[in-house]
């Protein structure tokens, strides 16, 4: 099976070098708008073979598009006119916009998918093994996928070892936008707070593993994330209103020395663990 990878940063090339593993199951040939991420996909064997050449993409046997949430929009319009055998599989985080946008000629080639898991590294250097095993797949509207489609992607997933959960794009969006999307802002925030009041010297010095936790994902792209807040923008002002509403509660409880209520909260925030 010939399955073309277009975006060769973090999430395809591990799904390349995944894939790789089993041997000639797969041919894997990668796309990818970035000459230097081109020549080090294939010093680091996350694809067979690279393409500069888009149709010979769209003669893949499955695409694969892990490119940010925009691009995938724009790229849909160039797959037009596809073998109804095509699979296409985006890994977008946000699902509707996309959803909405896919040309109604090739809705049943596609799954659409966000899999939950990644670093805030990219590029091709950031791949890793094992970044898909054992965390979830989500797959959104299923029902407007072929039959096919659907078979070949579940195939796929299960050999990455992905647990697949079926949800609707807008549901979807919204429980991102809590768990993904609003984390990410927070630690852009607290990054930003903490440079806006502090020295490099006193951050090197002081910052402990709280800190860096709770910061990590600030290292995140901001040219993938911007497209992710624009398209999931009404379901993240919603996340930061209530993620406000606890700090300004918090703040209050601080404010008017209310301890008692204040290890309350804390305790509730405690038991949030006891469901992950």
Known sequence: MNIGI????????????????????????????NPSHQKEALLLNLVDEISEDFEQIKSCDVIILAIPVDAIIKTAQQLQNLPNSTTIIDLGSSKAKID??????IRHNFVTAHPMTGTEKFGPTAAVEGLYENKTMVICNPE??????????????????????????????????????????????????????????????????????????????PNMWEDIFRQNKENLLESIESFNKEMHYCQTLLQEERWEELHAWMLKANTLHDIL
């Open 6 to 33: 277009v975006g060769l940063g973090l999430m395809g090339g591990s799904l390349g070098l995944a894939l790789k593993k089993f041997g000639n199951k797969y041919h894997i040939i990668g796309y990818d708008h």
């Open 100 to 105: 909405e946008n896919i040309p109604p000629l």
């Open 144 to 221: 407007k996928s072929g039959e096919l489609q659907r078979d070949i992607a579940l195939k796929l997933f299960e050999d990455l070892h992905a647990k697949v959960v079926f949800m609707d794009a807008k549901e979807h969006d919204r429980h991102a936008a809590f768990i993904s999307h609003m984390p990410h802002a927070v630690s852009y925030a607290i990054a930003n707070s903490v440079l806006e009041q502090e020295d490099a010297q006193n951050i090197v010095a002081l910052a402990g593993g709280g800190f860096k936790s709770m910061s990590r994902i600030a290292k995140s792209s």
